[in-house]
T-cell receptor
Framework: EAGVVQSPRYKIIEKKQPVAFWCNPISGHNTLYWYLQNLGQGPELLIRYENEEAVDDSQLPKDRFSAERLKGVDSTLKIQPAELGDSAVYLC????????????FGPGTRLTVL | GNSVTQMEGPVTLSEEAFLTINCTYTATGYPSLFWYVQYPGEGLQLLLKATKADDKGSNKGFEATYRKETTSFHLEKGSVQVSDSAVYFCALTGANSKLTFGKGITLSVRP
């Protein structure tokens, strides 16, 4: 069974530029999560989707971050404009049993903002 | 709010040594507890979990017991291997089912 797929794996951009990350969850997983992982820290939740509905986006900085999950399958996380402090790893995860299910993580996208 | 505290790292051990990585938590209600592992260049993988007090999670020779009285979920392995070198994260889901992670600890195992 294929795991969570994320692309790109690495991205280097200059500050003020836009950037987008893509995630394809495990087939059949209705719940999708985006996490931010700073260096030396554990992941922190940005947003959680149940199917195509964002049910927990309280930690998403909405002035520059946006996310969508059209058709309730794959998802895109966007930053516009990027700032130096956005340099981090962006992780996507999915789960089968809603918010109580075990979360399976993708390899992440490492973003460097210059 | 919920929080997870892991012992400070990094940890360096010789192959076949005994491993303990401490984890304590603060949460309301009855959280589920997890250990995730991140091997170099790879994503987070679930190592083991426990969903209620006194449960023992185990996988790949690793074990952790959910201790409600001490609010702990320490990870142990009797004999580590070089291939166990990775970053280990303790985590919990509380009443809101949000996954809260500790800072992680890097384990290096020498041959």
């Amino acid at each position: 069974e294929a795991g969570v797929v994320q692309s790109p794996r690495y991205k280097i951009i200059e500050k003020k530029q836009p950037v987008a990350f893509w995630c394809n969850p495990i087939s059949g997983h209705n719940t999708l999560y985006w996490y931010l992982q700073n260096l030396g820290q554990g992941p922190e939740l940005l947003i959680r989707y149940e199917n195509e509905e964002a049910v927990d986006d309280s930690q998403l900085p909405k002035d520059r971050f946006s996310a969508e999950r059209l058709k309730g399958v794959d998802s895109t996380l966007k930053i516009q404009p990027a700032e130096l402090g956005d340099s981090a790893v962006y992780l996507c995860a999915s789960s089968l049993e809603g918010r109580s299910g075990t979360q399976y993580f993708g390899p992440g996208t490492r973003l460097t903002v210059l | 709010g919920n929080s997870v505290t892991q012992m400070e790292g990094p940890v360096t051990l010789s192959e076949e040594a005994f491993l303990t990585i401490n984890c304590t938590y603060t949460a309301t209600g009855y959280p589920s507890l997890f250990w995730y592992v991140q091997y170099p260049g790879e994503g987070l993988q679930l190592l083991l979990k426990a969903t209620k007090a006194d449960d023992k999670g185990s996988n790949k020779g690793f074990e952790a017991t959910y201790r409600k009285e001490t609010t702990s979920f320490h990870l142990e392995k009797g004999s580590v291997q070089v291939s166990d070198s990775a970053v280990y994260f303790c985590a919990l889901t509380g009443a809101n089912s949000k996954l809260t992670f500790g800072k992680g600890i890097t384990l290096s195992v020498r041959p």
